[in-house]
């Protein structure tokens, strides 16, 4: 898992790879973006939030094991001979996968997609509380109030601030839970210290996901159920697999290949800033799909929150992900 520590800026990366970067990372963005408003229709349509999400992740689990099989041809002591970077595979399932995902789907059962998706993305934010907390990197003045910022934000989408709505309190545990989640993604898909290839990483995160859902349903702690019944969006009445597979092939697949491969590029840093383009597509989604929104003192709130985070990413302008043990020199030679 990558540290982040005071050094170079991050203005190194160079430009063809940064715009190749972006274009993923939107790319990614996107296909997450669509998430929440299709797991609503299944949700609302008789399935539980464990089976949707696990139809999810173990559909884009057997799309990525053959293409990640090939790829490690020949170089499967990468994946099976190292401790650490299994334990990295299997960190990244329970949180980044498993975790983010059932969340975030037993999140937007409570409340309202937009809203769900801008409490999970204060994940920036949080990445930098534990940067602080666990490796006391003191976060600057432009950064602190970033963060202010983006806390108002948050109060103001809750309802504590101004609107006065009634948010459910468990959607909202879910929808934090979510963020933690979110916030370990973009740290350890930034991590190319382990030789995964993004493919790999991404197949064997979903496939730990997929078992760890699995075990839990299995054993009757994930309440599982689904239908086959029709799954309505706008008024329009699709069968139920089509949304799975939009859910499996899109938000899964493609969006975890595309966000690996972006934060690899960018660093978790900047990939996280880009990646608040979700919630601008999931509003669109959710506008497109469910016909909601949210109220205005909570669009309100959102736009805080992201104008927050921008302020958090200049505070942090002059901060470069290096990783932990490797001197200097060769930190600012990986910046790229």
């Given amino acids: 898992m990558t540290t982040l520590t005071p050094d170079t800026p991050v203005a190194v990366v160079p430009g063809q790879r940064l715009g190749a970067g972006l274009l993923l990372a939107l790319t990614s963005a996107s296909a997450f973006g669509m998430s929440g408003a299709l797991a609503r229709g299944l949700l609302d349509a008789g399935w539980t939030a464990g089976a949707a999400v696990t139809a999810r992740v173990s559909l884009a689990a057997l799309v990525l094991l053959v293409p990640a099989v090939l790829v490690l041809r ?39 997609v937009g809203v769900a998706l801008l409490i999970e993305y204060t994940a920036p934010v949080a990445v930098i509380v534990w940067m602080w907390l666990r490796h006391g990197q003191r976060p600057g003045r432009t950064t602190v109030a970033g963060a202010a910022v983006a806390a108002v934000g948050l109060a103001m989408v809750l309802g504590v601030v101004g609107s006065g709505v009634d948010l459910d309190v468990v959607g909202v545990l879910w929808g934090l839970g979510a963020m933690i989640g979110c916030a370990a993604y973009f740290v350890i898909s930034a991590d190319g210290d382990n030789g995964l290839p993004g493919t790999v990483l991404a197949a064997g995160g979903l496939t730990v996901g997929a078992l760890t859902l699995g075990t839990a349903g299995l054993v009757g702690v994930l309440p599982m159920a689904a239908t086959t019944a029709d799954v309505v969006y706008g008024g329009t009445a699709v069968p139920w697999w089509l949304p799975v597979l939009g859910l499996g092939l899109v938000t899964a697949a493609l969006a975890y290949t595309t966000g690996i491969a972006a934060s690899r590029r960018l660093g978790s840093r900047l990939a996280s800033f880009v990646a608040l383009s979700e919630v601008v597509m999931a509003l669109v989604f959710a506008w497109l799909l469910l016909g909601e929104l ?21 505070g942090e302008a002059g901060v470069q992900e290096v990783r932990i043990g490797e001197p200097e020199s060769a930190e600012v030679a990986e910046a790229g």
Wanted: aromatic fraction near 10%; proline fraction near 5%; include cysteine.
């Fill in 294 to 314: 949210p109220g205005p003192l909570q669009l309100v709130g959102g736009l805080l929150i992201l104008a927050g985070v921008i302020v958090v990413k200049l």
């Fill in 74 to 112: 020949g170089r499967w002591g990468t994946l099976l001979g190292q401790p650490r970077t299994l334990g990295t595979v299997a960190l990244y399932g329970v949180l980044a996968v498993a975790g983010a995902q059932l969340c975030y789907f037993y999140a937007v059962s409570y409340l309202q």
